[in-house]
Every structure is written in structure tokens, then in C-alpha cells.
């Protein structure tokens, strides 16, 4: 019944104007929209919180001439597959004929995750396109994002959300701001100039240096190898950004993805870090992921191996194409190898959680309610 209050059924057409506004973003700037599989043979994050995909009960199947019983999922698609994670991967095959690609596509994950940041299903919002420079990338998400905050600010539903009478909340006994002096705040953060941009290694500095002159306490010390905390970056996104949200680029390279290219120089003192960035918004934290694409057959084969992906053969660059197709390591990436193997261009993308972008236009915290029917750990009624 909560869908029928005022308040949800103003954040649902607030979902479908953002709908809207992206897809006249892209459609100006000539990006083709895809429709990615839902039923995916790999997990694109490589964390392993996907769900699997088996037929409801067993059942018989005629099959040249034979009846078959096919109960498990092995028996139907010939190995396991599982619901998409990332729509990434199969975006990138499609780059080097478009160029500029894009989707809104539903995504789970299995993650046990109980907070008001998690859903183990919502749409993801992904575009790829060629280029060399990680520079490109973020200018399209902060052009992106900027541009619908000032049609949601200039429309009827934006209007409408900062015409509501809303109930005070408090917290700790203390009056907390309206929520119609967040979201203009929100939005105001979000329409003005250039959003500030720092290195991981530089974020780190300033927590371990907060921490050590006692400016604040965290639960969890900052350091290279164990990469941001919630709380880490709701520092860094409220000190550094001062109301605008903040890129974060050059992640350790050992705890991200397979996928990314290696940064072209790493900092004196630091690991090797790869070419990506997280964009964290003030009091919502990280809402886009995005790097460039490791194009090249043999490093990306390498980084595949260090993650456990590869099992073949060590390759040479003498023969690497024929030692590659001799060897087929890759499994149900073999076919991501190909899109290297027959011809790549350099690329990069991200990825925008699109419930958690509409939760923070709308100047609400947990993203379970700005989604119709939120499921989440434990929570899939109907």
C-alpha cells in the first residue's frame, strides 16, 4: 500500500524523468542504447556474490529423438550461469563498432549486505566508449549527473519535491536539517563547477594525518592495501569535496577487478595501481565506478592469471594468438579474450548506481525506498 502514499508515487515519477534525461543525454551525444543479457556465464566483478539460475524442477526433454530429464542448470544451458552482476563485459563488445554505447539494465547481487546503501537487485547504469585518457570518462559522468540534477531541479517533479510538507526528524535529541534544505543543498553541490579530483594514495594521506592529529576517530585505520571504508569516504567526500561530490583515482591495482588498465605512473612509494576512479557524493559515498579497459591480449591475460581466471599456458609474444587458442585457459571468458584476440581499441566505462543517484536527488538516504519493490537479504515477498 506504500506505493499509494504521495511521497512514493512522486519518487516514482521521479524515476521515470531520469529516465528521461538520460536517455536524451546519451541520444544527443550520439551513444547507441543495448539491451545486455540478464543471464550472464561469468561473474564481471569476479567477488562471487551472483545468483544462480536452475530451472524450477525437473522435467523431460525431447531431445533428437530421446526423452532427457532436465532438472539442473547444467543439464539446460550445459554449465552453470548465473544472473548478471555488470552488464560491463558485454558492453565492451560492442565498442569497437559503436564507439560510444550505453544501458540501464536490471542487476543482481547475492550480497548479505543489511544496510540502507544495498539491494540485491536494482538498474545499473553503463556506458562505454573509446578512448585513451581516464580524463574522458569522468567528464562524461560529471556531465552526465550534472545535467539531470538541473532538469530535476527545473521540472514539476523537482518542484514538487521541495514543495512537501515533510515530518521533522531528529536524531541523538537533535533536530536534523529539512530534508528540502538537503536536497537543495544536494543540488547545488551537484550544478557547480569542476568536481574536485585526488589520487587514492593522496586520500589515504589525508585520513592517516586526520587520524593522527586526532581531527577524527575511525573504526577502521586507512591504509594502501584495505582500500576505503564507508567511513573513509564519507570523510574524504565531506572535507575534500565541501558539498560537491569527489573523484578518487589510481586504486591499488590488487584490490580492484581483472579488467583495468595500469595507471601510466604509479607514485613514488606506492604500489602498482591501475587506471580507475570511484566518485564518492557527500553523506551517500560511492555511486559510480568506473576505469579503462586492459585491451592488450597478453597483459590482460596476465592480470587474469594473478586473479585466478587463467589456467593455461604460459604465452609468448612470438606466438601468443596460437598458443592462446591451443590453450583456451579462460573458461567462460574465453570469449572476452576474443574480443582481444581478433582486434581491440583502447576503451574505458562505468558503472552508476542509478537507485542510489535517485535517492540522493531526492534527498533520501536508504535507497530501499525509492525502488517499488526493493529486494534485499531476506526481503522478496511478492
Not at 15 to 32: A, P
Not at 101 to 109: K, Q
Request: glycine content about 8%; hydrophobic content about 35%.
Amino acid at each position: 500500500m506504500r506505493l499509494r502514499t504521495p511521497l512514493n508515487a512522486l519518487l516514482a515519477r521521479l524515476r521515470s524523468e531520469c529516465e528521461y534525461y538520460v536517455s536524451r543525454f546519451f541520444h544527443d551525444r550520439q551513444f547507441v542504447r543495448l539491451h545486455p543479457p540478464i543471464i550472464t556465464s561469468s561473474d564481471c566483478e569476479g567477488a562471487g556474490e551472483v545468483f544462480s539460475l536452475s530451472p524450477k524442477e525437473p522435467h523431460n526433454l525431447l531431445h533428437k529423438g530421446q526423452i532427457r530429464t532436465v532438472g539442473l542448470v547444467e543439464d539446460f544451458f550445459r554449465d552453470p550461469k548465473y544472473l548478471t552482476v555488470s552488464s560491463q563485459l558485454h558492453l565492451e563488445a560492442f565498442v569497437h563498432e559503436h564507439q560510444k554505447v550505453w544501458t540501464l539494465s536490471p542487476t543482481f547481487r547475492a550480497e548479505k549486505s543489511d544496510t540502507p546503501r544495498h539491494l540485491s537487485e536494482f538498474y545499473m547504469l553503463e556506458a562505454e566508449i573509446r578512448t585513451t585518457r581516464l580524463e574522458d570518462v569522468m567528464e562524461l559522468v560529471e556531465d552526465l549527473i550534472r545535467f539531470v540534477a538541473v532538469q530535476v531541479r527545473d521540472c514539476t517533479v523537482g518542484k514538487e519535491l521541495i514543495s512537501i510538507e515533510y515530518i521533522p526528524e531528529s536524531r541523538g535529541g537533535e533536530t536534523l536539517p529539512s530534508r528540502v534544505d538537503v536536497i537543495q543543498r544536494r543540488w547545488q553541490g551537484l550544478a557547480r563547477g569542476t568536481w574536485p579530483r585526488i589520487t587514492y594514495r593522496k586520500a589515504i594521506e589525508i585520513l592517516q594525518a586526520a587520524s593522527d592529529a586526532k581531527q577524527t576517530t575511525f573504526s577502521f585505520n586507512p591504509s594502501w592495501h584495505t582500500g576505503l571504508q564507508l567511513e573513509h569516504e564519507k570523510y574524504i567526500a565531506a572535507e575534500i569535496g565541501q558539498g560537491s561530490p569527489v573523484f578518487v583515482t589510481d586504486y591499488p591495482k590488487g584490490i580492484k577487478p581483472f579488467y583495468m588498465l595500469p595507471s601510466e605512473a604509479n607514485l613514488r612509494g606506492s604500489g602498482p595501481t591501475v587506471a580507475c576512479f570511484d566518485l564518492l557524493l557527500p553523506e551517500m559515498c560511492e555511486v559510480v565506478g568506473g576505469s579503462l579497459r586492459e585491451h592488450r591480449l597478453k597483459q590482460l591475460i596476465q592480470s587474469m592469471r594473478q586473479h585466478g581466471l587463467y589456467t593455461g599456458n604460459e604465452i609468448n609474444s612470438e606466438s601468443q594468438n596460437q598458443k592462446i587458442s591451443a590453450t583456451g585457459g579462460a573458461g567462460n571468458l574465453e570469449w572476452y579474450l576474443d574480443l582481444r584476440r581478433y582486434g581491440g581499441v583502447p576503451h574505458g566505462g562505468f558503472g552508476l548506481g542509478f537507485d542510489r543517484l535517485l535517492g540522493y536527488l531526492a534527498g533520501i538516504d536508504n535507497v530501499r525506498d525509492v525502488v517499488l519493490f526493493p529486494r534485499y537479504f531476506g526481503k522478496c515477498d511478492c
